[in-house]
Nanobody, 117 residues
Framework: VQLQASGGGLVESGGSLNLSCQASGTIYGINAMGWHRQAPGRERELVAIMNNGGRINYADSVKGRFTIPRDKAKMTAFLQMNSLKPDDTAVYYC????????????WGQGTLVTVSS
Protein backbone atom coordinates (compact mmCIF):
# COMPACT_ATOMS: atom_id res chain seq x y z
CA VAL A 1 0.00 0.00 0.00
CA GLN A 2 1.25 3.47 -0.87
CA LEU A 3 -0.22 6.68 0.48
CA GLN A 4 0.24 10.02 -1.24
CA ALA A 5 -0.75 13.04 0.83
CA SER A 6 -1.07 16.64 -0.25
CA GLY A 7 -2.54 19.95 0.80
CA GLY A 8 -0.30 21.25 3.57
CA GLY A 9 0.82 24.85 3.78
CA LEU A 10 0.81 28.07 5.77
CA VAL A 11 -2.40 29.50 7.17
CA GLU A 12 -3.26 32.18 9.70
CA SER A 13 -4.77 31.32 13.06
CA GLY A 14 -8.50 30.82 12.69
CA GLY A 15 -8.17 29.79 9.08
CA SER A 16 -8.91 26.54 7.29
CA LEU A 17 -6.91 24.01 5.35
CA ASN A 18 -7.75 20.73 3.65
CA LEU A 19 -5.50 17.70 3.30
CA SER A 20 -6.05 14.78 0.98
CA CYS A 21 -4.57 11.31 0.79
CA GLN A 22 -4.74 8.84 -2.08
CA ALA A 23 -4.12 5.14 -1.45
CA SER A 24 -2.75 2.92 -4.19
CA GLY A 25 -1.24 -0.51 -4.58
CA THR A 26 -2.67 -3.47 -2.64
CA ILE A 27 -5.60 -1.56 -1.19
CA TYR A 28 -8.10 -4.38 -0.64
CA GLY A 29 -6.80 -4.92 2.89
CA ILE A 30 -7.41 -1.37 4.06
CA ASN A 31 -10.18 -1.23 6.64
CA ALA A 32 -9.50 2.24 8.03
CA MET A 33 -7.75 5.44 7.03
CA GLY A 34 -6.85 8.48 9.04
CA TRP A 35 -4.26 11.02 10.04
CA HIS A 36 -1.51 11.34 12.61
CA ARG A 37 0.51 14.46 13.29
CA GLN A 38 3.81 15.26 14.94
CA ALA A 39 4.78 18.69 16.13
CA PRO A 40 8.39 19.67 16.90
CA GLY A 41 9.44 18.29 20.26
CA ARG A 42 6.22 16.33 20.69
CA GLU A 43 5.23 12.73 20.27
CA ARG A 44 3.22 11.69 17.27
CA GLU A 45 -0.51 11.66 17.97
CA LEU A 46 -3.53 10.22 16.22
CA VAL A 47 -5.72 13.05 14.94
CA ALA A 48 -8.62 11.26 13.29
CA ILE A 49 -9.55 7.83 11.95
CA MET A 50 -12.48 6.48 9.97
CA ASN A 51 -13.13 2.78 9.38
CA ASN A 52 -14.89 1.31 6.35
CA GLY A 53 -18.13 1.19 8.31
CA GLY A 54 -18.05 4.95 8.79
CA ARG A 55 -17.12 4.92 12.46
CA ILE A 56 -14.98 7.95 13.28
CA ASN A 57 -12.78 8.89 16.21
CA TYR A 58 -11.14 12.26 16.74
CA ALA A 59 -8.49 13.42 19.17
CA ASP A 60 -10.01 15.61 21.86
CA SER A 61 -7.82 18.48 20.72
CA VAL A 62 -9.49 18.64 17.30
CA LYS A 63 -13.10 17.68 18.02
CA GLY A 64 -15.51 20.19 16.59
CA ARG A 65 -12.85 21.70 14.32
CA PHE A 66 -11.60 18.85 12.11
CA THR A 67 -13.60 16.42 10.00
CA ILE A 68 -12.44 13.37 8.05
CA PRO A 69 -14.49 12.80 4.91
CA ARG A 70 -13.50 9.72 3.02
CA ASP A 71 -14.25 8.35 -0.41
CA LYS A 72 -14.02 4.58 0.07
CA ALA A 73 -14.62 3.84 -3.60
CA LYS A 74 -11.66 5.97 -4.63
CA MET A 75 -9.62 5.02 -1.53
CA THR A 76 -9.11 8.66 -0.73
CA ALA A 77 -9.16 10.26 2.71
CA PHE A 78 -9.40 13.93 3.52
CA LEU A 79 -8.82 16.05 6.60
CA GLN A 80 -10.80 19.25 6.72
CA MET A 81 -9.29 21.53 9.32
CA ASN A 82 -11.17 24.60 10.53
CA SER A 83 -10.50 27.17 13.24
CA LEU A 84 -6.84 26.31 13.10
CA LYS A 85 -4.60 27.23 16.02
CA PRO A 86 -0.82 27.61 16.26
CA ASP A 87 -0.83 24.39 18.31
CA ASP A 88 -2.04 22.57 15.20
CA THR A 89 1.30 23.26 13.54
CA ALA A 90 2.80 19.86 12.73
CA VAL A 91 3.70 17.41 10.03
CA TYR A 92 0.55 15.47 9.19
CA TYR A 93 0.78 11.84 8.10
CA CYS A 94 -1.88 9.93 6.26
CA UNK A 95 -2.24 6.45 7.72
CA UNK A 96 -3.91 3.20 6.75
CA UNK A 97 -4.84 0.20 8.88
CA UNK A 98 -5.93 -3.33 8.24
CA UNK A 99 -7.04 -3.63 11.86
CA UNK A 100 -7.86 -0.58 13.96
CA UNK A 101 -5.72 -0.17 17.08
CA UNK A 102 -3.02 -2.31 15.50
CA UNK A 103 0.16 -1.23 13.79
CA UNK A 104 -0.67 0.74 10.63
CA UNK A 105 0.10 -0.96 7.34
CA UNK A 106 1.12 2.23 5.58
CA TRP A 107 2.17 5.82 6.18
CA GLY A 108 2.17 8.74 3.80
CA GLN A 109 5.22 10.90 3.36
CA GLY A 110 3.99 13.68 5.64
CA THR A 111 2.78 17.15 4.77
CA LEU A 112 3.62 20.24 6.80
CA VAL A 113 0.88 22.44 8.21
CA THR A 114 2.00 25.74 9.73
CA VAL A 115 -0.46 27.97 11.57
CA SER A 116 0.75 31.47 12.25
CA SER A 117 -0.47 33.45 15.25
Amino acid sequence: VQLQASGGGLVESGGSLNLSCQASGTIYGINAMGWHRQAPGRERELVAIMNNGGRINYADSVKGRFTIPRDKAKMTAFLQMNSLKPDDTAVYYCTAWRVINSTPIAWGQGTLVTVSS
